[in-house]
């Protein structure tokens, strides 16, 4: 079975500051999807950002970017210019295949102080 | 737009009663999913659905049914609630599309159970 960890339950940044969040996962597959979904405190989930195993790019969204290494099974969530708004909760979560369901970790809360 | 709604966003209801918590979504999307998120599990999965009279279990399935009469609802039974699922229960829906597979969540709905 996959399993999902973040290491770090809460942390902090200055706003503007960068910041780079943990995620660890434990998998046999070789094909899969790794994804970081954002909970602010009206608790939607929303996907900040995702990756497929067999790409060695790491994705980026604007300020968002990840560190994928695939041999280490880490898929670190760097967020640039830290802003206000994006105090959350923030998941990292693993896929098998296409249609499988999620396996999440369980989070970590990032601050982010003025 | 696309959207998918989930209600009620809260609930107070009693141990031993059943209840039915709705989902709907207007993206035509094949899967569905239920999560329950609870403090240090993150989110865990309770059914999915991949298509009409399509059902499976997930991790945290006891004391949950689900039933997929069309592609667009997907509602959770609690056949006799208890206090222990008390919770926040997320559904979400996703689309195979290429490598475009992505999980779109509802807002969510705040159970209590007294």
């Known amino acids: 079975a996959q399993t999902v960890t973040q290491s770090q339950p809460e942390m902090s940044v200055q706003e503007a500051e960068t910041v780079t969040l943990s995620c660890t996962y434990d998998?046999?597959?070789?094909?899969?999807?790794l994804f970081w979904y954002k909970q602010p405190p009206s608790r939607q989930m929303i996907l900040v950002i995702r990756?497929?195993?067999?790409?060695?790019q790491n994705a980026t969204e604007n300020r968002f970017s990840v560190n994928f290494q695939k041999a280490a099974k880490s898929f670190s969530l760097k967020i640039s210019d830290s802003q206000l708004g994006d105090t959350a909760m923030y998941f990292c979560a693993f896929m098998k295949g296409y249609g499988q369901n999620f396996v999440f970790g369980p989070g970590t809360r990032l601050s982010v102080l003025p | 737009d696309a959207e998918i709604t989930q209600s009620p966003r809260h609930k107070i209801t009693e141990t031993g009663r059943q209840v039915t918590l709705a989902c709907h979504q207007t993206w035509n999307h094949n899967n569905m999913f239920w999560y329950r998120q609870d403090l240090g599990h993150g989110l865990r999965l309770i059914h999915y659905s991949y298509g009409v009279q399509d059902t499976n279990k997930g991790e945290v399935s006891d004391g949950y049914s689900v039933s997929r009469s069309n592609t667009e609802d997907l509602p959770l039974t609690l056949e006799s609630a208890a206090s222990s699922q008390t919770s926040v229960y997320f559904c979400a829906s996703s689309e195979l599309a290429g490598v475009q597979e992505t999980q779109y969540f509802g807002p969510g709905t705040r159970l209590l159970v007294l």
């Open positions: 998998t046999s597959e070789n094909n899969y999807y």
């Open positions: 990756q497929e195993a067999y790409k060695q």
